[in-house]
């Protein structure tokens, strides 16, 4: 990556404190990827910097710096944050940390860029939380090189069939299942074909087939993810706690 960078196009995904006056800052950056650069100076009373360091806000930084470790050289933006509020909001706090936690640091992907701001728009709009959410986790496991496919067995390299039934493996695919069995049923890593081949269209309006496209980008996601609990999903259930 090279030691200077000008008008880059960028979000916020993370901020925390930096000495005495400053913040870290985790951008995602649309041909670095994720990158992490000092703000020097952004905790100062009355900071213009701060101000801009808001999620969901699209940007135009600077920044300079050879090692990973950059330095925020100058920030600027021509529209207003996205407004996100109540489950809104969680949800893209998830899908920030969801990057934070899983891209490596200036693993540059344009394309997981314009998923990840069709997503934030379509966040701060009417659009079905789940589809957002479930399309967005889809295009974030193919950036990873860990798609998922809705094609074939994995084994057979048969095509779907919507009368059997298949066993997901995460970052190996589907496996059809010669039968099924009572415990299979109960199984949430199986799926029956028509779930799989609906799956494809990308939209998960329908209840049944919206909650099996959950249970297939949990399995998926939980190898990368580790034992760690999400930040942004505790947030959202202490949130929702009775007071």
């Not at 940390?97 to 394309?111: A, H, K, M, N, T």
């Not at 067995?153 to 059809?176: K, R």
């Not at 249970?215 to 993810?225: D, E, K, S, Y």
């Given at each position: 990556?090279?030691?200077?960078?000008?008008?880059?196009?960028?979000?916020?995904?993370?901020?925390?404190?930096?000495?005495?006056?400053?913040?870290?800052?985790?951008?995602?950056?649309?041909?670095?990827?994720?990158?992490?650069?000092?703000?020097?100076?952004?905790?100062?009373?009355?900071?213009?910097?701060?101000?801009?360091?808001?999620?969901?806000?699209?940007?135009?930084?600077?920044?300079?710096?050879?090692t990973d470790l950059k330095s925020?050289?100058?920030?600027?933006?021509?529209?207003?944050?996205?407004?996100?509020?109540?489950?809104?909001?969680?949800?893209?706090?998830?899908?920030?940390?969801?990057?934070?936690?899983?891209?490596?640091?200036?693993?540059?992907?344009?394309?997981?860029?314009?998923?990840?701001?069709?997503?934030?728009?379509?966040?701060?709009?009417?659009?079905?939380?789940?589809?957002?959410?479930?399309?967005?986790?889809?295009?974030?496991?193919?950036?990873?090189?860990?798609?998922?496919?809705?094609?074939?067995?994995?084994?057979?390299?048969?095509?779907?069939?919507?009368?059997?039934?298949?066993?997901?493996?995460?970052?190996?695919?589907?496996?059809?299942?010669?039968?099924?069995?009572?415990?299979?049923?109960?199984?949430?890593?199986?799926?029956?074909?028509a779930e799989l081949i609906a799956?494809?269209?990308?939209?998960?309006?329908?209840?049944?087939?919206?909650?099996?496209?959950?249970?297939?980008?949990?399995?998926?996601?939980?190898?990368?993810?580790?034992?760690?609990?999400?930040?942004?999903?505790?947030?959202?259930?202490?949130?929702?706690?009775?007071?």
């Amino acid at each position: 990556m090279r030691s200077k960078i000008e008008l880059q196009p960028a979000y916020v995904l993370h901020t925390h404190a930096f000495q005495n006056t400053s913040l870290l800052v985790d951008f995602f950056c649309i041909d670095f990827g994720r990158v992490r650069a000092v703000a020097k100076g952004a905790r100062r009373p009355g900071s213009k910097t701060r101000a801009l360091l808001q999620p969901f806000q699209p940007l135009l930084i600077s920044l300079s710096g050879r090692t990973d470790l950059k330095s925020l050289v100058s920030i600027e933006s021509s529209v207003n944050a996205l407004r996100l509020h109540g489950t809104r909001l969680f949800s893209g706090l998830y899908i920030n940390e969801l990057i934070v936690r899983l891209l490596s640091y200036q693993e540059g992907s344009p394309e997981l860029y314009a998923s990840y701001q069709e997503a934030v728009v379509a966040l701060s709009g009417e659009r079905d939380l789940q589809g957002v959410l479930r399309k967005f986790e889809l295009s974030l496991l193919e950036a990873l090189g860990y798609g998922v496919d809705l094609l074939a067995d994995c084994y057979s390299a048969e095509p779907i069939s919507p009368q059997a039934y298949y066993l997901f493996h995460p970052d190996i695919g589907f496996e059809c299942l010669p039968s099924l069995s009572p415990e299979q049923r109960s199984n949430p890593a199986v799926f029956n074909g028509a779930e799989l081949i609906a799956l494809r269209s990308g939209e998960f309006s329908d209840k049944n087939l919206s909650n099996a496209a959950r249970r297939l980008t949990r399995m998926a996601l939980q190898p990368h993810l580790g034992d760690k609990p999400l930040a942004s999903r505790d947030l959202f259930l202490k949130s929702t706690k009775p007071q």
